[in-house]
């Protein structure tokens, strides 16, 4: 019975896998070039950024811009990989300079984090799905207000009177510049062992589960330690 427990999963995985590839691909296509399946690696600056949380053995570690065409066409592959695999999935704000309005975006995510992290990362999904409707500063506050009021969740005059979110937003920022990141997406698969951690920049996002599946495998073995410690 575990056995055909295994096959199972292991076909229901293959199955999300291969739908989430053709999701992908179909995004980029509609996206435009700016969406691209493919990213050339980078020159790791820094690796402090690229570990798990406490007591998780993979992870998934995103820099992204809520206003970035192609973070918005790999976030529905990203969300499918964590509920799949039911592992981490850490996000961190690089922002893009012209972009007019991702900024005020990240600092709106981080108020809704403060209530609850799903409140912030739904918040984060819902804004890259509808980000090809928001142009302006002004329609972000409408869409926020909206996605507030659907949430029974009422939105003060000032979400950042002291300026605190905005200043963990500029941290988050200057993380991934010293991590050596400079485009968006830019994803890892980081992971946990007993001689420390590991990463691998996903520059395929159409092998995403695939590497989620090789990460599993490499520290399944250093599993139990982690558990009696």
Known sequence: MIFDDALFLSARRRSVRLLASAALILAALFAGPAARAEQASIQ?????????????????????????????????????????????????????????????????????????????DDYRNQLFANQNSIFNPMMLNQFTHQFAASHGVALPFDLDPQGKLAQAVDAD?????????????????????????HYVQVTDQTKLFQMIDQALADTKAAAPHAAHK
Not at 95 to 115: C, E, M, Q, T, Y
């Open 173 to 197: 920022n200057e993380l991934g510049k010293r991590t050596g990141v400079r485009l968006t997406p830019t994803i890892f698969i980081v992971t946990a062992g007993p001689h420390g951690s």
């Open 44 to 120: 790791v600056l820094d690796d402090a950024a690229l570990k798990p949380p406490a007591g998780a053995r993979v992870a998934i570690v995103e820099f992204s811009d809520l206003q970035c065409p192609a973070c918005a066409a790999a976030n529905p592959l990203l969300m499918q990989a964590a509920a799949t695999y039911k592992i981490p999935w850490v996000r961190h704000d690089l922002l893009i300079p012209s972009h007019n309005w991702s900024r005020s975006a990240a600092v709106n995510a981080r108020w809704f984090d403060a209530k609850s992290k799903a409140l912030g």
